[in-house]
């Protein structure tokens, strides 16, 4: 009896946990992103972190108004949508 009550338990943990993954996967996944430029970045560089290629440096620029594609600024935040679009989160 006390190894039937041990399986169950084993088994709703690890229901639990995969519950909990699940829905904390599906939580982010749809979770638009501030990113914060940190020292070092590049359009490029932040492009590649989200996954995109370098077409996606034109969107970030262009989206959060950026008139030189080669100077964004320690600070400066970006809002990446869930779907990879930029939308700009503060002003510079």
């Known amino acids: 009896m006390k190894l039937s ?3 169950a338990k084993i088994t709703a943990a690890v229901a ?3 519950a909990l ?3 904390a996967t599906a939580t982010t996944a749809n979770a638009d992103s501030i990113y914060t430029v940190q020292s070092g ?3 490029s560089v932040i492009s590649y972190k989200f996954g995109h290629d370098l077409s996606f ?3 970030l620029a262009s989206t959060n108004h950026i008139a030189n594609k080669n100077l964004i600024y ?3 935040k970006l809002v ?3 779907n ?3 939308a700009p989160a503060t002003q510079h």
């Open 16 to 18: 639990g946990a995969v």
């Open 80 to 82: 990446i949508k869930d």
């Open 21 to 23: 993954g699940t829905i």
């Open 84 to 86: 990879g679009e930029v």
């Open 41 to 43: 970045d590049t359009l």
């Open 57 to 59: 440096v034109d969107t």
């Open 5 to 7: 009550k041990n399986i």
């Open 74 to 76: 320690v600070g400066q």
